[in-house]
Nanobody, 119 residues
Framework: QVQLVESGGGLVQAGGSLRLSCAAS????????MGWYRQAPGKQRELVAAMTSGSSTNYADSVKGRFTISRDNFKNTVYLQMNSLKPEDTAVYYCNAKKYYGLGLDDYWGQGTQVTVSS
């Protein structure tokens, strides 16, 4: 089992910045991939950014050049630095961890943190 606890959400004006943190209950060395997803009201949850254990990253087109995912292995924490925020970035942001085993996959989610960007 992996428990994930997000923090860092809040209200910010357009053009501002926020940094989200996701603390894992286990060593992130044992996690194959970690990422951030978001879900706006009335919309499906979507991938924002992800990082594999080999440090490969993947970003949604809508956030490329503005958001950066990173991790601190010693703190078992993954971050999402969000710059140049736009009102359309408003959503609940969820941390995700994926652990693969054989042909299977365990998916873990945090409780979510609200990000609201005002225009």
């Amino acid at each position: 089992q992996v428990q994930l606890v997000e923090s860092g959400g809040g209200l910010v004006q357009a053009g501002g910045s926020l940094r989200l943190s996701c603390a894992a209950s286990t060593s992130i060395f044992s996690i194959n991939a970690m990422g951030w997803y978001r879900q706006a009201p009335g919309k499906q949850r979507e991938l924002v950014a992800a990082m594999t254990s080999g440090s490969s990253t993947n970003y949604a087109d809508s956030v490329k050049g503005r958001f950066t995912i990173s991790r601190d292995n010693f703190k078992n924490t993954v971050y999402l630095q969000m710059n140049s925020l736009k009102p359309e970035d408003t959503a609940v942001y969820y941390c995700n961890a994926k652990k693969y085993y054989g042909l299977g996959l365990d998916d873990y989610w945090g409780q979510g943190t609200q990000v609201t960007v005002s225009s």
